[in-house]
C-alpha cells in the first residue's frame, strides 16, 4: 500500500517488548513489533538483502532508543546493536500495513 506519509503527530516508544505506537495527523494510529521493524530493517545491507529476497529472521527485536530525524523518519537504534538504519515515515507505515516488499521495489 503505497500512501504518502507526513510526520507523525506522536512516537510512543513502549519497551519489553518493543512496540513503537505512531499517531499520525488525520488521526490513523500505527502500532508495530521491534520485531517487524528489525525484520525490514532499512539500513542499506539489509535493503539490498530483501530485494534480493533474503529474509532476515530474528527474536532480537528490543529497540533500545529511537531518535527523530526531522520530517525525514526515525533512526532506531536495537538493542543488539544495528543502529544504521533510518526509518522514512512511509516506510514505517508500509510494514505496518504489509506493504514493505512493495516500498523498496518502487
Ligand atoms: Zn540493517
Known amino acids: 500500500m503505497a500512501r504518502?506519509?507526513?510526520s507523525p503527530v506522536?512516537?510512543?516508544l513502549k519497551n519489553t517488548p518493543s512496540i513503537l505506537n505512531l499517531t499520525?495527523?488525520?488521526g490513523e494510529k500505527t502500532e508495530i513489533s521491534g520485531v517487524s521493524l528489525r525484520r525490514f530493517c532499512a539500513c542499506s545491507g539489509c535493503r539490498s538483502r530483501q530485494v534480493i529476497g533474503t529474509e532476515i529472521i530474528t527474536d532480537s527485536g528490543e529497540i533500545q532508543n529511537i531518535k527523530l530525524?526531522?520530517?525525514?523518519?526515525?533512526?532506531?537504534?536495537f538493542a543488539d546493536g544495528h543502529?544504521?538504519?533510518?526509518?522514512?515515515?512511509?516506510?514505517?507505515y508500509a510494514i505496518a500495513n504489509?506493504?514493505?516488499l512493495?516500498?523498496?521495489?518502487?
Request: glycine residues 14%; aromatic residues 14%.
Open 10 to 12: 506522536k512516537v510512543h
Open 98 to 100: 504489509g506493504g514493505a
Open 69 to 77: 530525524m526531522g520530517s525525514t523518519g526515525l533512526q532506531i537504534v
Open 83 to 92: 543502529d544504521r538504519g533510518v526509518f522514512p515515515w512511509a516506510y514505517i
Open 24 to 26: 499520525w495527523s488525520d
Open 4 to 6: 504518502q506519509q507526513s
Open 102 to 106: 512493495d516500498f523498496l521495489a518502487s
